[in-house]
């Protein structure tokens, strides 16, 4: 090789490569083996390298794909039951009313009966527990080609299709409210949980998935309305009861801060004497906008809005300090007593003892001079949590009624469970109190049984000289009704009292 032609391969070569060659033939060799082994090195760890890249690679694209798949999954079902959500609920049912051959559908739109209350007192861990069993109860109450979703906390809806015009579908909304009928055992416990059911059609009730469920929720609604424990089906009038209840839940919010609200009063009388021995508070609601709208309108609005908290509060706290100041104006009449009408969801609230003491305290009005009366609607709550409520509250002195007796939920062994004072027999009774036969019969036996309980029996609704002389001759302690006096405002009941010596 000649030095041209060296100095163009010299050219070519690394900058160190000179340095290498300028060394003795056996230090070169021994560098070029080293270099080609490390080469060889090189080329194992980038195969190395590269395959463990590649299986990285799968391995994130799996984890990915199954990070996506929870994601969708949590997207798409409840955590706690594992059915579907409202989402897929949402999608499902497009799907279903998409479909070409499609004759039929139902939705049933199912909601607990007072389950906040059981979730509040027992616990959010019980309530899930709770709310498992109530879908797997569902789950065996449904036809297998039935799908169940969990859209809320204790709500449920169950769909099914058909491709036949008539399907077997007429009883499965009964089966399902009586297969609620039996309890449910959660440890130690057993729970009697009801349903209220809306029922929807396709295609009679609706064409859309949002005309389905809004329908199918106005028809659950109206079975609460009803007593609960019930299943509805759907009507188009209940959108223009909707639409009417809704109006009186905004004019209601403002009824309080407008000062809209008084209390009325209607005397009750001491059957013996004829003397007033106190007076039952009740609300009247004037409505500037609506004018004046019954207490039967708006009470149930009020307590499914929860409103009936402040309202309740306010009724009591204005009875209270009206019966103080009769007190305080008319000693000869400082034995009288207030009669206040409490709703059962004021009674579930943790500070209602607290409240009432507090009121009170703050009027100065002793305890044996109140009187709280509780609907038969309570027997539904009736848990150790409440009874025990109540307990405090007679033992501190206050007097404990049972209001408008035999109408509702009544049961013998609720009445000696539950701390009442007294018992008020429903006008119902009292208008069959001067007939002959099993009307009269029932009405002697109500009161009879509520002597031999131990009970004061107040009879509501006395409306003629008559019934006034059979129930004194019965010996029943206090009397109310129209024979005596309407409900009249404060400053006619205090007139009236000024009357009496």
């Known amino acids: 090789m000649n030095n041209v032609t060296q100095l163009g391969y010299a050219a070519l070569l690394p900058s160190w490569m000179p340095d290498i060659l300028a060394l003795d033939r056996p230090v070169v060799a021994c560098s070029w083996a080293l270099a080609a082994a490390a080469t060889a090195g090189m080329a194992v760890a980038a195969i190395v390298l590269k395959a463990y890249v590649n299986k990285l690679r799968r391995q994130i694209a799996v984890e990915r794909s199954e990070h996506e798949r929870n994601i969708r999954h949590l997207a798409y079902y409840d955590a706690s039951s ?25 939705l049933m739109y199912i909601d607990t009966d007072h389950f906040k209350y059981i979730n509040d007192t027992m616990g ?14 569902l789950k065996l109450l449904i036809p297998p080609e039935g799908s169940i979703f969990r859209i809320g906390g204790d709500e449920f809806v169950i769909l099914l299709e058909s491709t036949v015009e008539q399907p077997t579908w007429s009883s499965l909304p009964e089966r399902i409210v009586r297969g609620f009928h039996l309890p449910f055992i959660i440890g130690e416990h057993k729970m009697f949980l009801s349903i209220s059911m809306g029922v929807v059609f396709y295609p009679e009730h609706g064409n859309t998935p949002d005309e389905m469920l809004i329908s199918a929720e106005l028809a659950m609604y109206r079975s609460k309305e009803a007593g609960r424990a019930s299943y509805t089906l759907y009507h188009p009038s209940m959108r223009q009861a909707l639409s009417d209840r809704m109006n009186l839940e905004k004019h209601l ?40 709208v019954p207490p039967a309108e708006f009470i149930k609005v009020a307590e499914d809005s929860r409103m009936i908290i402040s309202i309740g509060e306010w009724v009591l706290l204005t009875a209270c300090a009206f019966l103080k100041e009769l007190h305080d104006h008319h000693p000869s009449h400082s034995e009288l007593m207030i009669s206040v009408n409490i709703s059962v969801i004021q009674l579930q609230q943790d500070d209602f003892e607290g409240t009432v003491f507090g009121i009170l305290e703050e009027v100065g009005l002793k305890p044996s001079f109140l ?73 002697e ?28 001759e019965r010996h029943c302690d206090r009397l109310q009704g129209y024979l005596f006096s309407k409900p009249i405002p404060g400053t006619e009941a205090a007139a009236m009292l000024a009357t009496q010596v």
Request: hydrophobic share 40%.
């Open 82 to 106: 594992e059915l579907p959500n409202r989402l897929s609920l949402q999608e499902e049912l497009a799907q279903v009313l998409s479909r070409a051959n499609l004759k039929q559908a139902v």
């Open 371 to 443: 009187e709280l009366e509780i609907t038969e609607s309570v027997f539904l709550e009736a848990t150790d949590c409440l009874t025990d409520k109540l307990q405090r509250l007679k033992e501190a002195g206050i007097r404990i009624a049972l209001d408008d007796f035999g109408t509702g939920y009544s049961s013998l062994s609720y009445l000696q469970r539950l701390p009442i004072s007294t018992l008020k027999v429903d006008k119902a009774f009292i208008d069959q109190f001067t007939e002959s036969g099993k009307g009269r019969a029932l009405a």
């Open 445 to 472: 036996s109500i009161i009879l049984m509520g002597q031999g309980l131990g009970l004061e029996v107040v009879a509501e609704g006395v409306e003629k000289p008559e019934q006034y002389a059979l129930l004194r």
């Open 253 to 292: 919010r403002g009824g309080l801060d407008h000062d809209e609200f008084q209390v009325y009063y209607q005397p009750q009388i001491l059957a013996e004497t004829g003397r007033i021995t106190g007076f039952e508070a009740l609300i009247r609601w004037m409505s500037p906008e609506l004018g004046t």
């Open 124 to 137: 959010h861990s019980f309530g899930d527990r709770l709310m498992r069993e109530v879908s797997g109860r």
